[in-house]
């Protein structure tokens, strides 16, 4: 399986190269952005620092350079527009972003760096029971458990923010009244306002201080809302059994994250040479890759076996 996984991703790098192209400079460069990429993503996998992508011995029969760069040279180029994009394509086909889904469920999960890390981009932030420093991921998945768009912040930021900013505006094509799933963080006037109605999806979460409001209170706040936040509140109050079905399914966000983190050379505890937001989205966007592509080689293998 890891041999069939590797060979994916390194056919997916080198068919992504060829299109990005090579916009450093008049010169070809010794060593391609193919094999720069390959090389970050061989040590993500194994958990490795950069330093130990440029040694010979950190490489096997799977996957064996002939010519390695210095290591300033190699953590030079994997910050360039041209293996970023590269990245950012390898990740797209794996995510089959164009593929038809009739549901999207999103949420946020912590990575969490020590409370003593002299990290300048790692952030304050509320978790679970407690707060913390560091950084969140914010993912939308599909029902096909792919993880599709993702976004890495400091812990600090809004769920509902980056929500309506990212993720929701980068959808894959979903079915006519498709749903989008979260929790009760995302209960929000702007976040139904600006999001649902322009992109005719259904925004569906449990409501957050709706018992609060009685009398004339809650006429008054109805009035307010956007008319998908009232059509919500009646069917959560008309409807409830439906509605606890119907969100049942959100559980699968959860259950990609477990696979996601505790899958071999899965997304762990952020280790101590990825501190930096550049650094951490870069790593955590290998990670995303590997899980969507070993999703995608258990289908192949799956219907390979079936017929």
């Not at 008049?26 to 620092?49: E, F, G, K, Q, T």
């Not at 953590?75 to 089959?96: E, G």
């Not at 952030?123 to 991921?137: D, P, Q």
């Not at 994250?257 to 990825?274: E, I, K, M, R, S």
């Amino acid at each position: 399986m890891d041999r069939e996984l590797w060979t994916s991703v390194l056919i997916a790098i080198r068919r992504a190269a060829t299109e990005v192209g090579w916009h450093g400079g008049r010169r070809r460069p010794v060593y391609a952005n193919w094999l720069i990429v390959a090389m970050y993503v061989w040590s993500v996998w194994h958990d490795r620092p950069l330093s130990w992508a440029c040694r010979r011995s950190s490489y096997g029969a799977m996957f064996r350079p002939r010519k390695l760069p210095s290591v300033s040279q190699f953590t030079r180029r994997i910050k360039s527009h041209d293996c970023q994009r590269i990245l950012q394509l390898v990740h797209d086909q794996f995510a089959q972003r164009g593929m038809m889904t009739d549901a999207v469920y999103i949420d946020g999960k912590p990575l969490v760096v020590s409370a003593v890390s002299k990290d300048r981009d790692a952030r304050s932030g509320k978790i679970s029971g407690a707060f913390a420093r560091g950084y969140k991921l914010h993912a939308a998945v599909n029902a096909k458990r792919r993880i599709v768009v993702w976004s890495v912040m400091g812990l600090n930021e809004d769920e509902k923010t980056v929500a309506r900013q990212v993720l929701l505006p980068q959808l894959p094509p979903l079915t006519p009244d498709g749903l989008v799933l979260a929790d009760s963080n995302y209960d929000s006037a702007p976040l139904h306002q600006e999001v649902s109605e322009p992109l005719g999806v259904w925004l569906v979460h449990p409501l957050r201080g709706q018992r609060r409001a009685v009398g004339a209170h809650r006429a008054s706040k109805l009035r307010q809302m956007p008319p998908s936040r009232r059509e919500l509140v009646r069917l959560w109050e008309q409807h409830p059994e439906l509605m606890r079905f119907t969100y049942k399914s959100r559980q699968e966000i959860e259950r990609v994250f477990g696979v996601l983190t505790c899958t071999a050379g899965g997304l762990a505890n952020l280790p101590a040479w990825v501190r930096g937001l550049d650094r951490v989205r870069r790593w955590v966007g290998v990670k995303i890759i590997f899980y969507n592509a070993r999703l995608v080689a258990r289908e192949r293998l799956a219907a390979e076996a079936a017929a």
